[in-house]
């Protein structure tokens, strides 16, 4: 469920953000739109739990974008302050026939660090920072032991079975009606991520699913 509406929570985060900006600054939205704009870079990677966590570089410029600097007073305390702010504001009220109603928010882990420099020899650039979010953005999602493939029947398109011409359904040879390329106890991947992928394939075959 959190990582079916990570997005919204992000989204929800950058609306946010923007309004503690203008706040901390004393300005309405309105008027701090008119003197900075506000930037995102963001990555998703995998835990090892198998949750998603974001990367993120936000970066203020002038009302033009990167070819302007922002104003003196937009400060990286300013942004600190108002990201710290923002997150623990964000809440995504969610409802499923699985489990129900639930509050989603993002965790009480949030460093923020300003990104001044890569290493005492490195240089701070745009290629710089980019290489940075790019690192993340490729990153290998072994580490989470995630599938490499999918997990449904091609034959059957995870249906279990196929469908005569004259509308009976035969159990899929190729599954064994599962449904499932391969069994889920039999998935090279941790337990807890195993019981994950189980639990979305229960979810996926709820009328009205999230997944």
Known sequence: MFNAHASTLWARFTTYLRREIAAGLGMTQKAARAVLR???????????????????????????GSSQPPPSYATVAVLTKAARAAAARVRVTVTSDAVGERELGWGEQF???????????????????????????????????ALDCALFCRPCQGRG??????????????????????PLPRLAVARHVRQMIRTCWELGKLRNSPT
């Open 38 to 64: 506000v930037s995102f870079a963001k990555v998703a990677e995998y835990q090892q739990r198998g949750l998603v966590h974001f990367h993120a570089v936000i970066r203020l410029d002038g009302p033009d």
């Open 111 to 145: 460093d923020v660090r300003e990104i001044a420099a890569f290493g005492t020899d490195a240089e701070f650039t745009d290629q710089a920072v980019a290489a940075y979010v790019a690192k993340y953005a490729t990153k290998s999602a072994d580490a989470s032991g």
């Open 161 to 182: 079975a196929t469908v005569l011409p004259h509308g009976t359904p035969l159990p899929c040879t190729a599954c064994d009606g599962t449904g499932q390329a391969r």
